[in-house]
């Protein structure tokens, strides 16, 4: 039995003060009633209270806990809230409870870094749950990897930054990767178009037992743990009169979510205070009998021993992330790469651009890497067309607009923007290629693809030029290098910020003046050695925001 905190007289266990209650209602006397459960608190001199802030889901097993357990005169009053609410709060130090289970360990340290008082880990863990992938029964795919799993188009993770729940898959795919550099910058890229598609949502991502009534009703793939995927499915669910959903995990295993009891009452003096208490708490959670309880509501004991009976996933492999630095570097990442895209794609439509590449031209695969990257992301992305090459039309410009700067699910003519990107750069530029010279006419369009951007900034979006070429620029009668990089220097305003991006298609691209333009603006630069990496870094160079 804990002993809690302090020298104080204890109150009587609640069975007993359950015993005084029936005694007063046999007797039948309101007054009776009242009187023993004076008697009752009457016999602790000071009841402490203490706020315990616990993440969703593990409520209904602390409150039996609580129910069950002799805690003395301390008593605790429990509320749900998202990890990354109660991080928020302790930023600022108002309204910050005094004891906090959270979802995840890592928690504490993330919090601990922005909180405005101390925060001290007392207990983890209390009990463990694996990230799983939930969905219709038969519609959950089979995936080796979290990698593999976070490229699904119709994947619901939630919001990284406010549960842990939504941030396992990406700290288990950085896990398969933490030892390889290259690796774990795909990781990355694969995380862009989730951030995209969570951010324009209208509300806040769903967790828990509501993203899971969603599954079960509109389809899809979620991010879930084990034990509310059980629970759901033990209680019935709510949506489609009580549909059953199925859950798997990658071939190489899970991540095992590690809910803490950490102190974070604001103060010496009630830190102490609620030290204390959060030890006794501990103390409750770590019996063998509270145990039990938190099994029994579907979560895994300390050591994650698969829950009994069959039910769940079963047994797993538990991943371990073993330099948290790198999750707190992509947690970073995901809150920048949230922000909305406002791009404008240039592709070179010069005569190179028709070579033949393994059955195929470099422009058809550049637009098939446009169509697989654009249909990753969401409609609010915004983005428009233009291609290049010299003297295009013959009215010595050496760019056309094809299509203007829209998001990407605007209607036009009874087409989506979206579809107008995939398809009008192959009828057109196919057109304007077979009427032009070798000349890519790349830093005239460069500079005034840049100059549309400034006049058209957007300040709530990361505002870029992607530039595709297989080629360089031979100066004739344009801007040259070394004045385009000048020039883009000098009027890069840091208020109204323009990024270029270049992606150089094959060896046979400049690299030296790529990096030289991109880098002017703070931009990167990409070379696709390879025709079957531009898919992959056109999503790269659509997320691309180093400024």
């Keep these: 039995m804990a002993v809690p905190p302090g020298e104080r007289k204890r109150r009587p266990t609640r069975r007993a ?32 209270e203490y706020t315990l802030a616990v993440a969703p889901g593990i409520e209904d097993a602390v409150e039996e806990v609580l129910a069950r357990a ?41 919090a601990s870094a922005m909180a405005s008082g101390p925060v001290q880990t007392v207990l983890t863990p209390i009990a463990t749950t694996p990230a799983v992938l939930v969905g219709r029964p038969g519609q959950v795919p089979e995936v080796a990897t979290w990698r593999a799993a976070l490229a699904l188009k119709d994947l619901r993770p939630g919001n990284p930054l406010r549960t842990g729940v939504a941030a396992a898959p990406i700290r288990a795919a950085l896990a398969e990767t933490e030892n390889d550099p290259v690796a774990i910058g ?46 759901y499915n033990t209680d019935g669910g709510d949506a489609l009169g009580g549909a059953v959903l199925e859950a798997k995990v990658p ?59 069959g039910a769940g996933v079963g047994e797993i492999t538990a991943m371990t992330l073993h330099d948290e630095s790198i999750a707190q570097e992509a947690l970073q990442a995901w809150a920048v790469l949230a922000l909305p895209i406002r ?103 460069t500079l005034a ?27 004739s009668g344009g801007i040259g290098r070394e004045d385009l990089v000048a020039t883009l220097e000098r009027e890069q305003n840091p208020a109204r910020p323009v990024v270029i991006v270049t992606v150089g298609i094959t060896d046979d691209a400049d690299a030296d003046a790529l990096a030289a333009i991109a880098h002017a603006t703070g931009g990167t630069s990409y070379i696709a050695q390879d025709p079957a990496d531009i898919s992959a870094i056109f999503v790269s160079a659509l997320v691309d925001r180093t400024r």
């Design 70 to 110: 002799d805690t003395g005169c301390t008593r605790f009053t429990v509320s749900v809230a998202e990890p990354g609410d109660v991080a928020g709060l302790l930023g600022t130090g108002e309204g910050a409870p005094d004891l906090w289970i959270t979802d995840s360990g890592w928690w504490a340290t993330r």
């Design 186 to 231: 795909t990781v990355r890229t694969a995380m862009a178009p989730l951030a995209q598609r969570e951010n324009a949502r209208p509300d806040e991502p769903p967790t828990g037992g509501v993203l899971l009534d969603l599954i079960a009703s509109e389809g899809g793939v979620g991010v879930a743990t084990e034990q509310q995927f059980h629970r």
């Design 449 to 475: 693809a840049f100059r549309q951007m400034q006049a058209t900034y957007d300040p709530r979006a990361i505002n870029s030029v992607i530039v595709l070429t297989d080629g360089g620029d031979d100066e």
């Design 343 to 445: 791009t404008l794609v240039a592709v070179d439509v010069s005569a190179s651009m028709n070579t033949p590449v393994g059955g195929a031209t470099r422009l058809q695969l550049t637009e098939q890497a446009a169509r697989s990257a654009t249909a990753m992301f969401s409609g609010s992305v915004q983005a428009g067309l233009w291609v290049f090459a010299d003297d295009l039309g013959g009215d010595g410009q050496g760019h056309r607009e094809l299509l203007p700067i829209r998001r990407l699910d605007t209607m036009v003519d009874g087409h989506l923007q979206r579809d107008l990107m995939n398809t009008l750069s192959t009828t057109v530029a196919a057109e304007a290629a077979a009427a032009a010279g070798d000349r890519a006419a790349l830093y005239d369009t």
């Design 17 to 48: 003060a359950a015993y005084l209650l029936v005694v007063a209602l046999f007797v039948g006397l309101g007054a009776g009633v009242a009187g023993a459960v004076r008697a009752w608190r009457d016999r602790c001199e000071v009841v402490d």
């Design 251 to 309: 071939d190489n295993g899970s991540i095992l979510l590690d809910y803490s009891l950490v102190v974070t009452a604001p103060g010496p003096e009630r830190h102490r205070d609620a030290t204390e208490a959060g030890r006794m708490l501990a103390d409750i959670f770590s019996t063998q009998w509270a145990r039990d309880v938190f099994v029994a509501h579907g979560f895994r004991d300390p050591a994650g021993r698969a829950l009994p009976e």
